[in-house]
Each structure stands twice: as structure tokens, then as C-alpha cells.
């Protein structure tokens, strides 16, 4: 939690989840070993990812940071001069409040079942992923590829095509972005893997586009390692935009592709076996 919360500060008191992990990546340390670590709780996902989706969650209930746009986390204003003394002070401030109130509140079962449900709601939330990713990796390639196509439409692309072409480098499709008057030709490619993207991989997508385009897009139901993430972004080559595992479960959410969504106090989520069935 104390990484995240400084992650945050030195990102202006705001960031996407990307841009939060990769600071506490760096402030932290951690190796390619260690990310490559797959969850035994989240198939597919890193266990740090994990625990860092859990600590945004856990400092979300305790009220310092909040949730102020899809995929942006935003510390609250008072919070800037926070030790992490205090962060630990706090959220176990917040426990033990709760845990007396159990004992001298008559009303305070309310409490403990509002608490029980944000655990279960937490809980809710690791499940649908979990299914998720372990649906998408049992996709057939072109499946996969159709579904990263009618994503890409969503989100607002044009001409999205699958091409999949033996002897295309590794190239899936291409699509066109346009930014106000500038239209951006984007070549993507789908790898439905449940451990870690290498930055040789990142490499060899890159040269596929050479000479094509410079714009690329490579998503994997895995993850990307600290070394294929600074390959992605290299100075003096065109850049990658990577998207993994949980971002592309959080888009398929967002864009209602493959899962449903009821809300309620959290959004209670479900995995669509219609839509794969029939993609």
C-alpha cells in the first residue's frame, strides 16, 4: 500500500494503472523472476499485479484514494503528506474501529455485513477475471483474433481487418485510429499466452511493421516483463502499445464484450459464454 501511495505522489497525485505499477516496479525493484510469477489465485495474471490491484482496493476502502475515471486512481487532497506509518496507522485504525463496534454497537452487525459484503464484492471481482482469462486462453487463435477485432471496433477504429497471414512476422490485423484529421494506420497482434511477453517478442513485432507502419498494438492474455515494457517504449524505435491480461479484462468489461454487468454497491460481473460460443 505504501508503494502505491508514493507511486501516485510522484505521478501528481494521479495515474493510470499501468503508469502506477510500473513506478512501484521501479521504486521496488522487482526482476522479470519475480513478475513472471504467475497467481495461483488469478490464472494468467502476475501475483505482484495482483496484490497491487489489491492494495488500490484496500485504499480505496479506506478512503485515501478513489477511483475518479475508468482505468485513473487519484489520490485524495488530503493525503499528500502521508507516511507510511500513517497509511499503516490508518487502515488498521479503520479495523479495529470496526472490529469494537462489533462489540458495543447493537447496530454495528450492519457494519459487519457491509464489510463481509465489500470482501465478498472483492472477491467477486478476482473470480470474473480469473474465468475470463482462462476462457480467452482456451480460444481458438482466429477466435481470439475476431474478438480483438470487434474490440478494437468499440473502442472506436476504423477498417479493423484480420489478415493472420503465414509469413506475416507475427502480424494479426491492422485497423485505423483517427485523431481528430489525422488518421493512424495500427497493426495489432493477439497472443493468447498465460505467462509473460519478452522484450525479443516485442522486437520481432516491431520489425514485422518495418517498413509498413509505425504504430503497433500487441495484446496477451498474459503479461509483459519490466524488460519487454522498456523495449515497448525504446528511444530511436516505434513504439508498442502493450495491453495484458488485465487491461484487456477491464476493456472487455468496459465495452460489454464477453461479460455482463450488473451494478449495485460494486459491479457484479459475469462471464458471456453465448458470446464466445458463437465468435
Keep these: 500500500m505504501p508503494p502505491t501511495i508514493d507511486a501516485l505522489r510522484k505521478l501528481g497525485g494521479s495515474g493510470r494503472v499501468g503508469e502506477i505499477n ?3 516496479i521501479q521504486s521496488q525493484g522487482f526482476s522479470d523472476e519475480q ?3 504467475r497467481s495461483k489465485k488469478n490464472v494468467g495474471l502476475s501475483e505482484i499485479y495482483r496484490l497491487l490491484g489489491w492494495s488500490r482496493t484496500l485504499l480505496k476502502r479506506d478512503g485515501l484514494i478513489r477511483n475518479s475515471a475508468w482505468g485513473v486512481w487519484t489520490m485524495c487532497d488530503q493525503d499528500f503528506g502521508l507516511s507510511e506509518s500513517d497509511i ?3 487502515h488498521g485504525d479503520l479495523q479495529i474501529r470496526e472490529s469494537r463496534s462489533l462489540l458495543t454497537d447493537p447496530d454495528s452487525r450492519t457494519m459487519q455485513k457491509i464489510n463481509n459484503s465489500f470482501i465478498e464484492d472483492s472477491c467477486l471481482e478476482a473470480s470474473w477475471r480469473q ?3 482462462e476462457r480467452l486462453q482456451v480460444m481458438h487463435p482466429s477466435a481470439f483474433e475476431r474478438l480483438a477485432q ?3 471496433r468499440e473502442a472506436g477504429f476504423q477498417s479493423v ?3 493472420g497471414r503465414s509469413g506475416d512476422g507475427g502480424i494479426d490485423g491492422i485497423g485505423v485510429y483517427q485523431i481528430s484529421l489525422v488518421p493512424f494506420r495500427i497493426f495489432f497482434q493477439c497472443k493468447r499466452y498465460k505467462g509473460t511477453v519478452s522484450p525479443s517478442e516485442v522486437r520481432e513485432f516491431r520489425g514485422a511493421m518495418s517498413g509498413r507502419g509505425e504504430k503497433g498494438l500487441l495484446i496477451t492474455t498474459g503479461s509483459f516483463t519490466k524488460s519487454a515494457q522498456d523495449e515497448a517504449v525504446r528511444d530511436g524505435a516505434p513504439t508498442v502499445e502493450l495491453v495484458d491480461g488485465e487491461q484487456l479484462c477491464d476493456l472487455l468489461k468496459k465495452y460489454s ?3 455482463q454487468t450488473v451494478t449495485r454497491n460494486f459491479d457484479d460481473v459475469t462471464v458471456d459464454e453465448e458470446l464466445f460460443s458463437r465468435i
Aim: net charge negative; no cysteine; hydrophobic share 50%.
Design 22 to 24: 510500473n513506478e512501484v
Design 35 to 37: 513478475l513472471a510469477i
Design 88 to 90: 499503516h496507522s490508518h
Design 131 to 133: 474465468t475470463l482469462l
Design 150 to 152: 470487434q474490440l478494437l
Design 161 to 163: 481487418q484480420v489478415t
Design 257 to 259: 464484450l464477453g461479460v
